[in-house]
């Protein structure tokens, strides 16, 4: 990315990208477990009391509330931007079908109809022997007619 395009990005932008990223690595978790270490060691300098138990709850209950939403933002983001590169490559190869386009925006009826329209394009191409030959579901029942009819007819012609 260049550096214009990071400039347009907002103060909690940069902040959830950086705690999103680190949040992830190795440190962190080395961070963490030293935490909980530290904590369960410092059990006997507190007595095992409820203030003890209280902490490591409060603080882990923070942070995990806190994630849940960037893990979220970070989600939604990460969502749109590899739907993006999708409609790109299915803008960019002719022969794709374009109603993919904003498949994200069906209700969950509509995408289960589609799903199963496409499982039906798979047991076509499958019958007709060929997985490259046809770009949508029309095409693959036009496909495995011909191909059926060309099968029958050599049948036929044996016969």
């Not at 806190?66 to 490559?89: D, G, P, R, T």
Request: glycine share 4%.
């Amino acid at each position: 990315m260049s550096t214009t395009e990071n400039e347009d990005i907002s103060g909690f932008e940069r902040v959830s990208n950086t705690i999103t990223t680190y949040s992830g690595s190795s440190g962190v978790f080395l961070v963490a477990v030293g935490f909980i270490l530290l904590w369960g060691l410092s059990g006997p300098v507190f007595n095992y009391s409820n203030t003890w138990l209280l902490i490591v709850n409060t603080v882990t209950s923070i942070i995990t509330f806190l994630m849940v939403f960037l893990i979220q933002k970070s989600q939604n983001k990460e969502s749109i931007a590899v739907q993006l590169k999708l409609n790109e490559l299915i803008a960019a190869n002719n022969s794709a079908s374009n109603r993919l386009l904003n498949i994200q925006d069906l209700s969950e009826e509509q995408l289960n109809t589609l799903y199963e329209h496409y499982k039906t394009l798979v047991d076509l191409t499958q019958r007709a022997r060929s997985n490259t030959k046809s770009h949508s579901v029309e095409d693959a029942i036009e496909c495995t007619e011909k191909a059926m009819k060309d099968d029958l007819e050599k049948s036929e012609k044996k016969k």
